[in-house]
């Protein structure tokens, strides 16, 4: 089960593309990477993004 945290996710969506960098804090382990590497990543492919022009650090 995925909890998309839509909060978040309203909050990075909103701030894109305003030319200032996005820093995502809290406690360990509490979802800061999947946040970003799956859930953002994925509403981005579903809003027409290419996906040849997402990078992934793994």
Not at 7 to 33: E, F, P
Request: proline content about 0%.
């Amino acid at each position: 089960m995925i909890i998309t945290r839509q909060k978040y996710l309203d909050m990075l969506v909103a701030g894109q593309g305003n030319g200032l960098v996005k820093i995502v804090t809290g406690g360990r382990r509490c979802g800061k990477s999947f946040l970003l590497f799956q859930i953002f990543h994925q509403y981005l492919l579903q809003h027409g993004v290419d996906e040849g022009h997402l990078i992934e650090k793994q």
